[in-house]
Structure formats: C-alpha cells, structure tokens
C-alpha cells in the first residue's frame, strides 16, 4: 500500500490513503473545523440554549430510556457544524488524480513472485 502524504491543499487539506481494502480520506481539518464550530455553539454568550440543553442532558438519570434529548442535540450540533470541504481550482482534479491512482488495480504481492 502506498500513502502519498502530499495533501491536496485549500482551506481544508485532505490526505488520500490507502489500506488493502479501501481508499481513506484523512480530513483532520475538517474534524478540527467541526470541533471548533460545536465549541463556539456551546460558548456563544449571546444564545446560550445549547449549553442549557446540554446541562439539562447530563443531569438527566443515565438509565433514561430515551435518547430523545441526545439526538436532539446531536442534530443542532450538527447542523452548526461545518460540513462541506472547498475545492477551488484545480484542487479537485488533484484529488480525483489521488483517488484513482489509489484506488486503480494493484498487483497481487503473489502475481508479482510468479511474473519474475
């Protein structure tokens, strides 16, 4: 397997890597951007409903046989969050250049021994 570390660059850089069964996108921009906007959700000192909310979750009985509250909050936080991941350019030509040669067919370690 080979990871080509080079990222494809932007506001929010994205790693191709690859494992014996899959392509793996690393965005770890793109989780810190998520964290930063959950974070600013809670600490927003003008609306503080989500903080509230939360509070009013982790008072509640653990043994809570729904999980209503929870999932209510997990979709306002994320829809706070951010989602999307900028191409410009041409970024997504890279990307796609990424992909495919990641995700093209590989010779099989034991095809490699037998063509020798």
Request: no cysteine; glycine share 4%.
């Amino acid at each position: 397997m080979s990871n080509d570390r080079t990222p494809i660059t932007g506001p929010i850089p994205l790693h191709v890597e690859t494992t014996p069964t899959a392509v793996v996108l690393d965005m770890q921009a793109l989780t810190r951007l998520v964290v930063a906007d959950v974070l600013d959700a809670l600490l927003n000192p003008e609306d503080t409903g989500t903080w509230d909310r939360l509070q009013a979750l982790a008072e509640q009985p653990a043994a809570t046989d729904t999980r209503l509250p929870f999932e209510e909050l997990v979709e306002q936080l994320a829809d706070a969050a951010s989602s999307k991941v900028p191409l410009y350019g041409t970024k997504a030509l890279e990307l796609a250049e990424l992909l495919s040669r990641a995700a093209g067919p590989k010779p099989v370690p034991h095809q490699l021994r037998r063509a020798s």
